[in-house]
């Protein structure tokens, strides 16, 4: 809309929503940071535990980046817009198209496997809904450089060990694993044509949302007879890897993929998991580049969407120009996660804390304050005093609200002696202490 | 340039380049990531030390945000779209107006002064230049809610005290501080009508890159007489405070100004910081809404542009439709810092470490590695093994990529006596732990 309509200018309103947060994304004050710090730092704790390194990169992409790679429903909802250099970005909906370009130019110099892991905020434009947000952060873990599926194992021991870093256990959350190999199999011995098997993919990916007649109606429609679509669907609906197994354990696609997978329940059992770990032939993930073994993080509840999704996509390093590579990874967000920590009382109790407040009494004693301070923060403690001349009264009102742990007070008489009044604010005691104290290292008179 | 030209189909070409990084924008593998983590530990400590909580805004905000309130160098360099649902967004370039937007909703509620920081990424799409880059990470620092001096004080004081925890002192850098009151009287009294003011600032930030005779043309097209243009830039080159004192100290609107610029000083000196500042009239900064105190950091010797910048806004809530609330605040980028760093030989030796590598002889023993990869994990040690069947030589020389402080090694004649051979990878040093000691709850053998 222009502003000049014809001769009549009509100003801009003054607009109190102009500058409200934009809907979809979150703000963090300090208790919401406190939060996400917490959540954070667990992710950052387990990463190392396992040993993988802490990389970042930049929020806005070339928007060709995911185009070609990522999936259609991720592309549907990308923030992309042309710069003023004429040039197609995104705001980066996913990390994995930028680790593979970080990674094309280097992998060559590094050491092999690359354990790698991110802390990213990632954008999407999402249809507003309750609890859908247009941005989350979401850890990053991924092993590229290893094609043995104990690399896969290892990845969803850390997803796991995130969560149980934070306090949920197996009663809480549970992953459910699947290979895309297996379902492609199953699903061409059903008669799926190659051409429809993205689309068979998204009518397995909506089965536990749908009517087993839709479902069975959608398979139809790709081309199934309706003996074969009836098959499937009981597989569907005891997907566990017993019926595929018996089913189709001795076709030759079928084979080295149920052998893999055994062994990845193996090497998850070796590490104390197997109580976390169930085989369901439904999970598919949405993006377009997995390849082998995928899986999902969900709260046991079923109450909220999936924690967490991975899986083994060992050509989008190629196809991104690097060096042809295996890899496996997953993205944990901090929305959902957050939801079922609150929901479990696991967020931490937040609390203001300083180590010192410094009362004067009197404006005259305003600068040994800071001197006490300085001295004090020098040496790694927090310290806070009032910033401006007000009564006593009012700054040890300060120091409650800072949550001092304790209180120096500085009076005339006291400082006249050469000490101050240190008072623990947990249990009231008060002592003095020597003002020389805080300047060991000084000659000089205070 | 559409893509269909006529009835010829043009297809997109591979392009190596489509993969490329956005120019202006930086990756972060391990080693940059440590670096920029090291100085972004440096500002949380030194942040806590003073009292602040951490908090963070969206990176994305509507664009109304900036046009009013920031300068005009910042609106010219937005990175602003439109996005799906027709707003109008930008990337943030700065944090202030984000912090001012989310006070205006809390601020009643909090305790008074709010102290507050923040280390947010911000972006500007700047004309590409060696050094100069499209984003960085700012470390911003506020106090809201107290008009006093001495909260000018405190926040500098934060901001040098940044630089020191980083191992920079004051043969690094220097402070150099000024009035936006103080420049305006002066202006005011050489003739510059208030129209101009905006433009005269600007005259006198560039001083220091332009001729004399170039700036006493400028200030003469601000409509100053030769002779009080003469006087003004006698007075930018001995921009100190003894100056204005002197030739100004007695007029209405200078004197209280220098008192407040006195009792800083003061401040500072009382945090002993009075080594690290100078007043230099010169300084004005670039952002619309300062209304006071205003400083810049620099390295001494003048080689990198200035490392921080920040000062009073007293207008800049009640602008957004909160409270009328005093501030005071800086922005400290971790680009040039990152640069001085370097230069001092200060960044930190990057290396990777990680407490233990397990050694399997024989695939038999994978599934134990396992085990006690788990069991120390659990309790908080990092640990690796190898993830695929290969040579003990292998793994020895996979340990020492990873950067272990010690191996641990399962052969099967000391499992089968219970025991497991533990070396330091410092001196070499060998000897046996009973693999019962990893497993102190489990009754059951090994």
Known sequence: MPLFSGFLYIPPMPNEESFARLPGFRDFPPQELAFRQ????????????????????????????????????????????????????ALRPEMTPSLARILADRSRSLPKPIRWFSV???????????????????????????????????????????LRELGLDEMDFRARVSDRRLLRAVLEEAGVPSGEMESAFQVVDKVERESDERTLERLGELGLKPTAARK?????????????????????????????????????????????????????????????????????????RAICGGGRYDRLLELVGGESLPAVGFGMGDVVLGE????????????????????????????????????????????????RSQSVRKQFSQA???????????????????????????????????????????????
Chains 1, 2 share one sequence.
């Open 38 to 89: 917490h959540i954070f730092d667990a992710w950052r704790r387990v990463s190392r535990r396992y040993g993988f390194l802490e990389y970042d990169g930049p929020p806005l992409e070339g928007l060709e980046l995911y185009t070609a790679k990522s999936g259609d429903e991720i592309v549907g909802q990308l923030y992309n817009f042309q710069d003023k250099g004429d040039r197609e970005v």
């Open 340 to 387: 079922l920590l609150r929901d479990r009382g696991l967020s931490p109790h937040f609390r203001r804390e300083v180590d010192l407040f410094i009362v004067a009494i009197g404006d005259d004693l305003r600068p040994l304050a800071r001197r006490v301070a300085a001295a004090e923060r020098a040496r790694g403690r927090s310290v806070v005093y009032g910033l």
């Open 232 to 304: 499937v669907l009981e597989l569907l609906q005891a997907p566990g890897l017993e019926r595929v197994q018996e089913h189709y354990g001795d076709r030759d696609a079928v084979g080295p993929v149920l052998e893999d997978l055994h062994r990845y329940l193996e090497d998850l059992a070796a590490l104390g998991l197997e109580e976390n770990v169930e085989v369901d032939i439904r999970i598919v993930r949405g993006l377009a580049y997995y390849t082998g073994i995928v899986f999902e993080l969900f709260d046991r509840k079923g109450e909220l």
């Open 120 to 162: 990213p905020q990632l954008f999407r434009y999402e249809r507003q809904q309750r609890g859908r947000l247009r941005e989350h952060f979401q850890w990053n873990v991924d092993v590229v450089g290893e094609a043995d599926v104990s690399a896969d194992a290892e990845v969803l021991a850390v997803a796991l060990d995130g």
């Open 400 to 446: 409650g609200a800072e949550g001092a742990r304790r209180t120096l007070v500085l009076g005339p008489e006291e400082v006249s002696r050469g000490v101050a009044v240190l008072r623990d604010m947990q249990d009231g005691e008060e002592r003095e202490v020597a003002l020389e104290s805080f300047f060991p290292d000084r000659r000089e008179g205070l």
